[in-house]
């Protein structure tokens, strides 16, 4: 093999001496403190959670049942092999961190169901040589086969860096299979949904063969000449609407769209001739700054759960897939290695901290498939946008893509040069970032501004600290002494530090949207440092609707103490109103109602909200 440095889009071959490089992420671990009691709870909550759901929604009986060993009917939706592969993947991540005893009945009693199933030219796939036996390949827009593949190859590479490769091996039987039937010179098709392309890409680097590399471009360069047809939602859904390289705008279902950017980046990484920057540039701009809602959720359209159009963001019906706030930190982080702007960073931290945070309960166990950024007072409960967290779903592709995203999460801290360190998100932990060297991270950020780094020897090469584009007045200290013209972007400590103090201001600040974004004019969101806040129905005296509830037009915001079931800080907003309006649905009064005083509001953290009980909650406030 190429390597077993267990990264995540390291380059094959770095394209230059600046070319920022991932850590492995045995060279990282995590302490106390936010992200790593997520991590801990993921690994202790979430993984055996998900492994009793796939038993218990007849995941692993569908593999079973094709060897005789399960007399079951086919359960869950035809991509259900995928929730397994993703769970495996989570395990591998933390086989390379650490000891996976207690998991590991079920990964081999996974692994022997599908060195079974798998048929002698490669294929597996226990819905299409279940049910639908004898239609391999016949339903690619559908179909979801290679979607499948892609994630069984992404949970075969985390095993192959911890020493066992059998996954490895079935996942290479298959992609052989795929090669001699849409390689070059084979079928010029491709699946519906993208994510094989970045998985090529990565099993390209782990084994050093290039052909999976370039089978993965010629999947790219298929894409957009709709020759998969229009299906019920259109081409653009299925990403077969734009050449990539002619694209410039961000359509479709938005998961896809972004599964698909990771793998084109991924492309660009590897060979910066390739002819993408232009094409992943333009999409980069299109979702951040006209499609993203503020928490970094993206998708705002159910039909399709689909991208809408630029500043079409409804906060009541976002659909915000949490599948596709998780692709877009991935997204970001090639983006990030590609071209090395601390902007890429800024999105991974709003995108962990609030779009993907709000995902999961306190206890690990269950989840939001879609994240709306408002939920109205007797909301009627649906599968995809309940108003409660559920422990699982008929289509349960969340739960099991967190686990993997929190198992791989020392991944996307720090990255390399060959002659500097570079610190993007801040948790405490231990960081081995050169030979002899490893810096101590002090730290309890999100909550606390204070970010204080020890070297066990002095460093011998510069030390790069991300500065947030929103930490306007952070300060820098080295070794005792303050720096200078700190500003948003990366503040650089020469070799031989000792010591580094950040301070990022965390102190509450309110925002108000473009105009342009209808659903949020006359309101404003609040933000404490990375995390944005939100208002709920559990706050609001008994009898007040939270529709009622408006702060004033200039706001306010004061620290209110950690709620210890929260686990979070809360916020409190002085010179809270009621609206008392008697008037039908619509009124001539242009004034518009009267308003009560009522007092202080809380705000507590989006991410934090129905953990006490389901009810009404809004991120953007009304001011009247």
């Not at 010179?185 to 090529?200: F, K, N």
């Not at 609407?241 to 359509?251: D, F, G, K, L, M």
């Not at 800024?346 to 709000?358: K, Q, S």
């Not at 008929?394 to 099991?400: T, Y």
Request: hydrophobic share 40%.
């Amino acid at each position: 093999m190429a390597s077993l440095t267990a990264t995540l889009a390291a380059p094959s071959v770095p394209t230059r001496a600046t070319a920022r490089r991932p850590f492995d992420v045995r060279r990282v671990r995590l302490g106390r403190g936010f992200l790593g009691d997520w991590q801990r709870v993921n690994r202790e909550e979430t993984i055996p959670h998900c492994i009793e759901r796939l038993e218990s929604t007849g995941v692993i009986d569908n593999l079973r049942r094709l060897v005789g060993e399960s007399d079951a009917e086919f359960r869950g939706p035809l991509f259900a092999d995928s929730d397994l592969y993703k769970t495996l993947e989570a395990i591998g991540w933390e086989a390379v961190r650490g000891n996976v005893t207690v998991f590991l009945s079920f990964v081999d009693e996974s692994v022997r169901l599908l060195e079974a199933v798998q048929e002698q030219d490669g294929y597996l796939d226990s819905y299409y040589q279940g049910p639908r036996a004898g239609e391999r390949f016949t339903d690619l827009a559908q179909g979801h086969e290679m979607y499948k593949l892609g994630h069984l190859i992404q949970a075969a590479i985390p095993w192959a860096y911890a020493g066992r490769t059998e996954l490895l091996d079935i996942a290479l039987g298959y992609v052989e299979l795929v090669h001699q039937t849409f390689g070059e010179g084979g079928r010029d098709d491709i699946d519906g949904h993208p994510e094989i392309e970045t998985a090529l890409v990565e099993l390209s680097r782990l084994t050093g063969d290039g052909r999976h590399r370039e089978l993965s471009r010629r999947m790219v360069e298929l894409r957009g000449y709709r020759s998969i047809g229009e299906g019920q939602f259109g081409g653009a859904y299925y990403q077969d609407y734009t050449p990539v390289r002619q694209a410039r705008e961000a359509t479709g279902h938005a998961v896809r769209q972004l599964y698909l950017l990771a793998g084109v980046a991924d492309l660009e990484l590897d060979d910066p001739d390739s002819g993408y920057a232009d094409a992943l540039m333009s999409l980069w701009d299109s979702v951040h700054q006209e499609k993203q809602y503020v928490t970094g959720g993206l998708g705002s359209r159910h039909r399709g759960e689909s991208f809408g159009d630029p500043y079409e963001l409804p906060a009541d019906r976002a659909y915000s897939e949490t599948c596709a706030a998780i692709a877009n930190l991935q997204w970001n982080w090639r983006m990030l290695l590609l071209d090395a702007d601390g902007r890429y960073a800024d999105e991974i931290e709003r995108g962990l901290y609030n779009a993907i945070a709000v995902s999961t309960s306190l206890d690990g166990k269950a989840y939001f498939y879609s994240n709306p950024l408002q939920l109205r007072s007797g909301h009627t409960h649906e599968e995809d946008a309940p108003s409660a967290r559920l422990d699982w779903y008929f289509c349960a592709c969340c739960p099991p893509n967190l686990a993997r995203l929190l198992s791989s999460l020392n991944a996307y801290l720090v990255t390399e040069t060959d002659d500097a360190t570079q610190f993007h998100l801040y948790a405490a932990g231990e960081y081995d970032i050169e030979t002899g060297v490893t810096a101590t991270v002090d730290t309890d950020f999100p909550w606390s501004s204070h970010v204080r780094i020890s070297f066990s020897a002095p460093t011998t090469r510069i030390t790069q600290f991300r500065i947030p584009g929103w930490a306007v007045g952070a300060t820098l200290s080295v070794d005792g002494a303050a720096a200078h013209g700190v500003r948003p972007g990366y503040a650089e400590v020469p070799a031989g530090a000792r010591s580094v103090e950040i301070v990022i201001p965390v102190e509450p600040v309110f925002e108000r949207a473009h105009p342009w974004v209808d659903g949020a004019r006359g309101t404003v969101a609040l933000r404490r440092g990375p995390v944005y806040y939100c208002l709920e129905q559990a706050d609001l005296p008994e009898g007040t609707r939270l529709e009622d509830v408006v702060i004033p037009e200039a706001p306010v915001a004061v620290e209110a103490g950690v709620d210890d079931h929260l686990r979070a800080t809360t916020l409190e907003i002085p010179g809270g109103r009621v609206l008392r309006s008697t008037a039908g649905l619509y009124s001539s009064d242009l004034a518009g109602p009267a308003a009560a005083d009522l007092g202080p509001v809380r705000a507590i953290p989006y991410f934090r909200w129905a953990n006490r009980a389901p009810g009404a909650m809004r991120v953007w406030m009304p001011t009247r």
